[in-house]
């Protein structure tokens, strides 16, 4: 494999404050050296070596590829009309999550794979190399162990959520669908995932019941994500630390207890700012979990009923206007935060050995992200070093 010089960069996140200025690493002028989908080198323009082939920046903004944790990307359908209410003044509930079920239930593998294609794709060309993907619409034996064979079939970071919401023919036994989703539905899930979710909330599950779920995955080589005090204050959070989970994931609805507890521990706040957009919910406090030391990651929760889209940039600009992030704490959340989400050394940042995971924008800063909402600015994207959008 040839080696590449991307040169004349304007502006470099690194996400290594060793390399540059701030939290993000910043370097003016600069150079990045891509040998065998790694990066290989990283430094002043000036002082970049040679290479078998180079790509002019123009003085544009590089960063890392956008690392999003959470993506419920294997389904069927869309909830127009439930958006379409919702505007109107309905409010949202996790019961909506049973429509797409119907839908994805009676679609085929080839529906499923072709949608799932079409916006791991739509991510790419803003910017997205890396995404996590949830089964949780299928909600059968059967319909989730092929989600999570559709989607590992594409990513790496695969997620076993057969508990999204209790199955329509359980709904007078939820007792009955936990054991079958910590059972049967675990082992024909387990191979094909890295990951375990539950929704903990009103109308989906309780603590011990999302316990029991966590538990379970764990004692199979799963570990533990909690979709976690979304929609109202609860346990989810506490139990995603007790846990030792990668990510508490919404954290919407906060106590003090719960910012000091993800504070203290290795687990990320993985907000989603796209769900309170698209609910017209109460956005997460950033700032308060920022100021107390938790580590906070950003993504686009993209699915069809309560944050449909695909756009990391977007999540970017809502944060920071909504959120109390400043722009390089957002970026830093979309990238290196992401990756800590993931559990992941290797994406979320441009340094020595990282994967060749990079976006140039057609912007000379990495600010320009919130700055310019709603714009398309990416110009390029390679992923693993070679050339993608």
């Not at 910043?26 to 989908?37: K, M, P, Y």
């Not at 072709?114 to 949830?134: H, S, W």
Request: hydrophobic fraction near 45%; include cysteine; proline fraction near 5%.
């Amino acid at each position: 494999m040839s080696s590449l010089l991307i040169t004349d960069i304007g502006s470099l996140v690194t996400n290594d404050p060793a390399l540059g200025a701030g939290p993000l690493g910043l370097l003016e002028d600069a150079a990045v050296l891509v040998e065998a989908g790694r990066v290989a080198w990283v430094g002043p323009a000036a002082s970049a070596p040679a290479a078998d082939e180079r790509y002019e920046a123009g003085g544009r903004a590089l960063l890392p590829g956008f690392v999003d944790s959470h993506a419920h990307l294997v389904f069927a359908g869309d909830r127009t009309a439930e958006f379409n209410a919702r505007m109107s003044g309905q409010s949202y509930s996790a019961g909506g999550i049973r429509t797409t079920v119907a839908a994805t239930r009676a679609a085929s593998d080839e529906e499923l794979d072709a949608n799932l294609v079409r916006f791991l794709n739509e991510a790419l060309r803003q910017g997205t190399t890396t995404v996590e993907c949830k089964s949780g619409y299928g909600l059968t034996v059967a319909d989730e162990a092929r989600a999570l064979r559709i989607a590992a079939s594409h990513t790496s970071e695969t997620t076993y959520l057969g508990a999204h919401v209790v199955a329509p023919e359980f709904a007078d036994d939820p007792a009955a669908y936990v054991d079958l989703v910590t059972g049967e539905m675990l082992d024909a899930c387990a191979p094909h995932a890295r990951w375990v979710d539950v929704f903990c909330e009103q109308g989906a599950f309780d603590g011990d019941q999302a316990r029991a779920v966590l538990k379970a995955g764990q004692e199979r080589g799963l570990i533990p994500r909690v979709h976690a005090n979304q929609l109202s204050y609860g346990p989810g959070v506490q139990l995603a630390v007790e846990l030792g989970a990668a990510s508490a994931d919404h954290c919407t609805h906060l106590t003090d207890a719960d910012v000091a507890a993800l504070a203290g521990s290795d687990t990320v706040a993985t907000l989603l700012p796209g769900a309170e957009f698209s609910t017209r919910a109460k956005y997460p406090d950033a700032r308060r979990l920022l100021d107390a030391g938790a580590t906070v990651a950003l993504s686009t929760d993209c699915n069809p009923g309560s944050s449909f889209t695909s756009s990391m940039a977007f999540c970017i600009a809502v944060a920071v206007r909504e959120m109390g992030m400043t722009p390089d704490e957002a970026v830093h959340a979309a990238t290196a935060g992401g990756a800590r989400a993931l559990r992941r050394p290797d994406v979320g940042s441009v340094t020595v050995g990282a994967r060749a995971d990079l976006q140039l924008l057609d912007a000379p800063s990495h600010v320009h992200l919130a700055y310019r909402p709603g714009v398309p600015l990416t110009a390029a994207v390679w992923h693993a070093g070679v050339r993608a959008v």
